[in-house]
């Protein structure tokens, strides 16, 4: 690429072995893998101007705190956001950290530089009611009848189980007939283990009876019109023409119900630790934005609802 053309080959092969690492050893996606090398590609483009050399791993090695404060700067002036560069940051210390590790590169200007603060966003879930309404309301917009009993089993598998988009169109057809629990492959190619509800089962039931193309053992469970995987634009699509038939806001998306899964569940007394299992997340720090946000929805009633408030 362009901004690689003044770093040294090395460099250049190091980071196409640490993204093939993330790639092999960690199960990164493939997005991960593409937003971690335009990061990392970006951070040493900078480098390169600002040194004013060709960047190899002993400049790099010299880099001092001033050097990722200068570049922390630059991409703040250029519209960057402090979340998005707090990610990029991220990228670059585990690219370090990971040579460092490898190489015994000196990392330590790097892995010493501070991310900035940024108020993370809490999830925003629909209500119960809310939630049900889109399961009910998402087949009125296919008037055809397996293209709907579709896109409601994909919905439904979102809400019930508390799955991702890529999760649920990574089904294939050896999941049927579906049990009481589904092996599922989440970020990282961690798996886990997942409660599958009578409702659930019975909205792909429909959509298997319904399905016009042959669902083969190992071919993707949910198919578009033409009969290849799923697009998960199109359940995007029929999620946003659900949402403005119900007049939900726009943070009414597919993911929206996965988080809805997570804030419902805590709300009738779900067990944290549980709720990180069922979610497939590495850190329970993760998991407990779900406490905010139900703590925010109890001061909602608490204020409405007091008589005293």
């Known amino acids: 690429m362009a901004e690689l053309i003044r770093i040294s080959q090395g460099l250049a092969d190091a980071l196409a072995r640490w993204l093939e690492h993330l790639r092999a050893i960690d199960g990164a996606a493939g997005a991960t893998l593409t937003a971690y090398q335009r990061d990392v590609q970006g951070f040493l483009a900078f480098m390169t101007e600002h040194q004013g050399e060709s960047l190899g791993e002993a400049a790099l090695a010299r880099l001092r705190v001033t050097d990722m404060r200068a570049w922390m700067a630059h991409e703040r002036a250029r519209g960057v956001s402090a979340r998005s560069l707090a990610r990029a940051l991220s990228a670059v210390k585990n690219f370090a950290g990971w040579m460092a590790e490898r190489d015994g590169f000196d990392a330590t200007a790097i892995l010493a530089a501070r991310a900035p603060k940024y108020r993370r966003r809490l999830p925003r879930p629909l209500s119960e009611d809310a939630a049900k309404a889109v399961i009910s309301t998402v087949e009125l917009q296919s008037d055809e009848p397996w293209i709907a009993a579709r896109d409601t089993a994909v919905i439904t598998l979102l809400y019930g189980c508390g799955l991702r988009i890529s999760e649920a169109l990574g089904l294939t057809a050896d999941v049927l007939p579906m049990g009481d629990s589904l092996r599922i492959r989440g970020k990282g190619g961690k798996e886990r283990m997942v409660p599958v509800l009578p409702a659930a089962r019975e909205a792909v039931q429909v959509y298997v009876d319904l399905c016009p193309i042959q669902l083969a053992p190992g071919a993707p469970l949910f198919r578009g019109k033409r009969g290849g995987a799923l697009n998960p634009r199109l359940i995007a699509k029929a999620m946003e023409r659900t949402r403005m038939q119900l007049g939900l806001p726009a943070s009414a998306t597919p993911h ?16 944290l630790r549980a709720i990180q299992e069922l979610l497939g997340h590495a850190s329970l720090a993760t998991t407990q934005a779900y406490t905010a946000v139900d703590t925010a929805r109890l001061m909602e009633v608490y204020q409405s609802a007091h008589p005293r408030a």
């Open 256 to 271: 929206a119900l996965r988080h809805s899964f997570a804030t419902h569940l805590l709300s009738a007394g779900g067990d």
